[in-house]
């Protein structure tokens, strides 16, 4: 036989299969008696090889791998080689074996004439069969792992159908191969070996393909469900019957710290076996075995801590009951380096606290537990990593969710979540605001909470606590313990009994006789204790110790004197040691009322206990309620972060907890309102969403009541909305408006208020307007389809009664003008009414009646109207100039009616001495003359500037396209040279008709709309007039209309703003009306804007506003300085260091304008690195007025822009160089200490040992040169580099060198001289006030105009234009007080000033050069 000629002389029942560790040491001799292959076959020879093998299998069953194993052998040896369809056959072949063998072997082990020889035999082939099965299990699996990783760029088309074939023949066999082994392992094949253990080895090889199958990275599929748990099964198989735990934890453990993607795998895997298998203690042996990983090894085994990580989450997910029982082992973890494991053990924690430890019913031990485990998890809210911080806030989020948070942990979890809404880690104050969200949405108190209603329910109970506890104090006995009583009747006892020894008065001893018995005596002796008479008791009690001797109660020690004895037995029989205490000879007059008053007491006991719980309940929601809006206040200032996700997060909450009730949630809702401008769309839809559930969910049960709760949400939105909040909203309503998303029953409810057909207040009418405004804006035809009501009802003749509904009536009717596509991109005309229409008849009307008529709201609707007329009306300018003649008129005819009367002028009238005008006629016509002519200009520039583009570009299409329709008839095959030329003039020509039509409408507005045959000149004297004399026209309201149409008509021409600029910076300066200067603050913004020449040498006088006393002034000033600056309007000198000093401002929304500004003019290219040397020595100067601690608040937010090392590295140099033209102690002290503000780096350091010269001698002051030691000891640290650390040492050494050089040389100068200090020496720098003191109206001190102005005029017409270049220049400059007024000496005069002119008309179409807004 093969077999027998393989083996040589050794015969067949003596030879052996023993498995080898690897393929090749089956080639090799192993010793006598062992299976030795002979020949490995070629590729070419196997096909035959396994037919003769299958013949054999059918001829003589399983026993024929003894012959026939070389053949599959080879197979193995050369797998690769081999082509698909003998490997495929070869496994379809062993799989039969295997199996027939397995169905064989119970038969054969139960065979008791079964030979030994034969029992080898088995066991041979056993072996061979599984050895060559696994063998292809695992060659199957390499190669599909391997083919997949392949098929990424696979080398061609045949090896990736080939691959493919293979993989999916071995998908399909996989799971009944595994079937096929478990079925086997589930045999009793010990009695092959004799009846002992299994050998290791064959146990290893079953196991070992299992192993193999799950290193397969795609087996966490879900398709791939069925092959887990068939290896799951296998497994179990093993580890039930052949004792494989000790090798399975090992490998369990070995491939977690490998293969990260079986964690989820065995995490099933083990629970299986734990819960069905009953195979617990393997839980806690691979628990423990993880457990005594060092924490040092995994805090540097990344790969293996995360898979140990998520094995644990994982079990603690499928079995946390287990878990717990074995989560001491892995405590210790908690305190090491890995962030991982300790995120992996505080989830597992959780999932325990939620499953297991759980309701009310816990025990004493398991409470314990859950309120240990609840103290971790609040410890590493904590903790130093931010990933664990943020994991432990989700971890409480599904806590509190699940509700088994207990009350009493509450609170301190609330306030530690407050705690980390500061935290630097934007994952933690997210995850902190969800907690917070979630503590809300499960909160066990109320669905309203408001801190007041919390707080009056919470006195009125505590108040009915107190008064409970004192009528309960009052009117219950005080219950005293027997030993008390005891205690009380001692001294009258021991008394009574002293007197025994006395002698016995007549008859005493007849009364007091012994009981017959112990129990009768004993009750007898304690009744009379009761009815306090004291020396019958101790008489009867000493007869009775001579009566019943050694017999309890009346026993005692032998030691003590007879008196301690009687009182010993007294004391037990009444205090109930004894059974003689409830005597019946007691009177029963006093127990029984006291057992009739116990129950009629435990009702009133009930009560107070039910009271004491609601007090402590409304305590604890009222506390939790403070926590809250402690959070609320905070989240509501992260709306404005720039992180996107804590931004939704934080609108998310406030959504929340506007529906809990909470009132200031209100405020951080309308502060969400601004972020619907936002440029991320993430942002902008979460504001969105959040009115959407706010307020387009309201509760009813028709549609009618759903409508009236809408309209009353927003209504009530806009009772003391801002004009920004109405903006907002109106962006958010025309949103809801074009996504159809606000019904028609809400519209048409609106009209019927505004109609006043559905009964509302004044109030709610101005509203509903206000709401079909916005709404107007989405869909124009809301308003266009009921514009004759909107004139009939808002203009009617009771508007004098109401100017404000006119007002929001004429804002709701200007939504038709509203373009939402560039003016380029539409063909057709603008929408405009005839100039005859009944609405401009209204408003003409409206406003004439109320010119003559004093009311505060007729001014603002003026502006509205006259807007209203120049956007919508053709010929706007004859309906305003008929509007100003009317108006004139009556003013006109008021005077000639005061001079006819001759009376004297009034307190509320104005007089020039020719006659007098009451102040608020004066004062309407002068706004209205300031706002006819600011309108006049941006009509033309805007309107009349686009109506001729448009017009043009009509013309433009339509000669083009007759020029194609002749060229197609004329058919030219081929276009000529000169049509080409043709086609780019007709480019040139198009950029040159900008510039003449925006030259057309300058020329107007400099030359025509000023001049003695328009109508607004006939004011401009009158306007001036009153600007020019405050004494005589001092009323305030009637001065800041003044100065504000002033504005707005300087605002026309540039000659004639520069020729009356100075009168406007004059009001500005010295006016002493705070409104004025914040009017003329804007004007002067919007003319810097507009004729940026003229007004660039007058900067610095509106840069001094920002000083201003008054809050209002200062916060103007800032906006416009704002705008100028981050618009590149003006040249940046001393604005930005006065812009500084704003951060350190008492008002808050001042401060908060200031952070904005700076935030935004860090984004420009180094901008702020550029300015900040020449702002230190600004702000350091003494005479700028800025003490030390407010210098370095202000550098300390200047320095947090500075981010890049080669900025720090250059500004290190800048300020060691800057000591050297420095003159006080104030500003070596301000320098030295903003260099501890910037993280010096190596060449940092390296640059202050360069200059160590600029500084060596300020060293001895003690505040520089403790900032100097603050700085080198960041170097002293030990994660220093050496060279670094002796590079800092010697500078230190030069340091402390040159600091004591100075202090010795102090004290020689003290000692030597004997001259005294001077006085200059001695005194301080004078310090100016932060906010300089206006300048009297009265000062002789007059304004001369910049001689630069009349050089200029005939400049700007000699150089050719030039593009503004604004540089951000040294603002090193000192401001004296000279400097705040405005006016220019002739040194001060520049004498080149940037030409900022406007480059092309595209410049002007994007509205860059139109005025702010006036308030």
Known sequence: MAAATARGAVPEAAWEFRLPLNLADLLRDSGPGCYVVQRVLPASELPPALTAFRSAFKAHGALAVLQ????????????????????????????????????????????????????????????????????????????????????????????????????SFWEEEREPVLHLLTQLLQLDLRQLWGGSAVDEEFVSLMTGSCYHILEN?????????????????????????????????????????????????????????????????????????????????????????????????????????????????????????SYMMRNAILAAMAEVLVRVLNGDQLEEAARGTRDKFLSMLQSHICDIHGFVRSRVLQLFARIVQCRVLPLTQFQSVVSVAVGRLKDKSVMVVKNAIQLLAAFLSNNPFSCKLSCTDLTEALKKEVQKLQEMRDRDRSTAAPVITSEEEWEAML??????????????????????????????????????????????????????????????????????????????????????????????????????????????????????????????????????????????????????????????????????????GVPQAVLGVRRMLPLIWSKEPGIKEAVLDAYRRLYLSPSGKSERARAQSLVHSLSLIMVDASLGTIQCLEEIISEFVQKDEIKPAVIQLL???????????????????????????????????????????????????????????????????????????????????????????????TLSKGFAQPSGHWIPFMETAVTLIYKLAEGAGDICAHILQMCSQQALEKLEEADGQKAGVSPNRVSDGAGSLPTFMLMHLLSLVGQVALQQVQYLEVSVSTELRRRRCLREEEKSKKHSDSSMKKQRPLSTGNETTMEEELGLVGASADDTEA???????????????????????????????????????????????????????????????????????????????????????????????????????????????????????????????????????????????LLIDPEEAIMGLAHNFFSELSNKDNAIYNLLPDIISHLSDPNCGIEEEPFHTIMRHLFSYISKDKQRESLVEKLCQRFRTVRTDRQYRDLSYCLTLLPLSERGLQKLQD??????????????????????????????????????????????????????????????????????????????????????ANSGEDFVTPHAFQK????????????????????????????????????????????????????????????????
């Open 491 to 660: 001294p009258e006892v021991r008394a009574a009994t002293q007197q025994l020894f006395q002698p016995l008065q007549e008859g005493e001893e007849e009364v007091l006789e012994v009981g017959e018995t112990v129990e009768s005596t004993s009750e007898q002796i304690t009744g009379l204790l009761r009815k306090l008479n004291y020396k019958s008791a101790a008489r009867l009690t000493r007869k009775a110790l001579c009566h019943f001797q050694g017999k309890e109660p009346f026993s005692g020690p032998a030691e003590e004197s007879e008196e301690a004895t009687i009182l010993s037995v007294l004391k037990r029989l009444y205090t109930g040691s004894c059974p003689g205490e409830n005597s019946e000879d007691s009177p029963r007059g006093s127990s029984s009322p006291q057992a009739e008053e116990v129950v009629p007491d435990k009702q009133p006991q009930t009560e107070l206990a039910k009271q004491e719980m609601l007090v402590q309940y409304l305590q604890d929601a009222y506390n939790f309620s403070v926590k809250i809006t402690e959070a609320l206040s905070l989240i509501s200032k992260m709306m404005h972060e720039n992180c996107i996700s804590v931004v939704q997060e934080s609108i998310e909450f406030l959504v929340t907890a506007s529906q809990f």
């Open 999 to 1141: 030259e057309l409408i300058r020329s107007i507005c400099e030359t025509e709309l000023l001049d003695d045959k328009h109508l607004l000149s006939a004011f401009v004297p009158l306007v001036l007039k009153v600007c020019k004399n405050p004494g005589l026209y001092s009323d305030p309201a009637l001065s800041a209309a003044a100065a504000l149409s002033l504005g707005k008509v300087c605002m026309i021409s540039s000659e004639f703003c520069s020729s009356h600029l100075r009168l406007l910076l004059t009001m500005m300066e010295k006016s002493t009306l705070p409104g004025v200067r914040s009017n003329l603050i804007i004007a002067a913004g919007d003319l810097a804007i507009r004729f940026p020449n003229v007004v660039e040498p007058w900067t610095s006088h509106l840069c001094a506003r920002l000083r201003d006393p008054c809050p209002s002034v200062r916060h103007t000033a800032g906006l416009v300085m704002t705008h100028l600056i981050l618009e590149d309007m003006i040249k940046v000198k001393g604005q930005v260091s006065e812009m500084a000093t």
């Open 751 to 845: 009209w019927e208020r505004f109609t006043e057909k559905s009964q509302c207040s004044p109030l709610e009418q101005r509203a509903a307007v206000i709401l079909l405004g916005m709404m107007a804006r989405g869909k124009p035809e809301i308003v266009g389809s009921n514009l004759d009501v909107l004139v009939t009802v808002g203009l009617s003749e009771k508007v004098c009664e109401d100017y404000r509904l006119a007002q929001e009536v004429c804002n709701a009717i200007s939504k038709l003008a509203t373009n939402r596509k560039p003016a380029l991109e539409q063909s057709n005309a603008p929408f405009r009414l005839p100039q005859d229409h009944m609405l401009f008849a209204s408003l003409s009307e």
């Open 68 to 167: 026939h194993f070389d053949s599959l052998y080879s197979l193995l040896r050369c797998f690769q080689a081999a082509e698909t369809a003998v490997k495929e056959d070869a496994l379809e072949l062993m799989m039969c074996v295997v199996s027939h063998h397995s169905n064989e072997l119970p038969a054969i082990m139960h065979d008791s004439g079964l030979s030994r020889a034969d029992c080898a035999a088995h066991l041979n082939a056993l072996k061979m069969n599984c050895y060559l099965l696994t063998g292809l299990v695992d060659a199957f699996e390499t190669e599909t792992c391997r083919n997949a990783l392949l098929e990424v760029n696979p080398s061609g088309k045949n090896k990736k159908n080939r691959t493919k074939t293979s993989g």
């Open 1352 to 1415: 200029q005029k005939c400049a700007q017409k000699r150089r050719p234009c030039k593009k503004a270049v604004i540089t951000f220049s040294s603002d090193e400059e000192n401001n004296s007080e000279d400097d705040l007024l405005a006016e220019l000496r002739e040194e001060e005069t520049p004498t080149k000033t940037t030409p900022i002119t406007r480059s092309s008309a595209r410049q002007a179409r994007r509205g860059n050069h139109l005025p702010l807004s006036f308030d």
């Open 1251 to 1336: 200059n160590f010269d600029c500084f060596a001698d300020k060293l001895q002051d003690p505040a520089v040169y403790s900032c100097f030691q603050t700085l080198l000891a960041r170097f002293s640290r030990a994660g220093s580099k050496p060279e670094i650390k002796a590079l800092a040492e010697d500078l230190e050494q030069k340091m402390s060198a040159s600091h004591n050089r100075g202090l010795d040389s102090a004290v020689t100068c003290q000692e030597g001289s004997a001259t005294p200090v001077t006085e200059a020496t001695k005194q301080k720098p004078t310090r100016s006030s932060r906010h300089q003191p206006l300048s009297t």
């Open 217 to 337: 990275p795609s087996i966490g599929l879900q398709k791939y469900r069925a092959t887990r748990e068939a290896v799951t099964h296998l497994l179990a198989a093993v580890l039930t019957h052949y004792d494989h735990m000790f090798s399975a934890i090992v490998k369990i453990t070995q491939m977690l710290q490998h293969f990260e993607h079986v964690a989820p795998v065995f995490a099933q895997a083990v629970s299986l076996w734990a819960t069905e298998y009953g195979l617990k203690s393997l839980v806690g042996e691979l628990l423990r075995e993880i457990g005594q990983k060092f924490p040092q090894d995994l805090a540097h085994d990344t790969s293996g801590v995360k898979g140990y990580a998520t094995f644990i989450t994982e079990l603690a997910e499928q079995i946390p009951a287990l878990v717990l029982a074995n989560m001491s082992v892995l405590l210790h973890l908690l305190n090491g380096e």
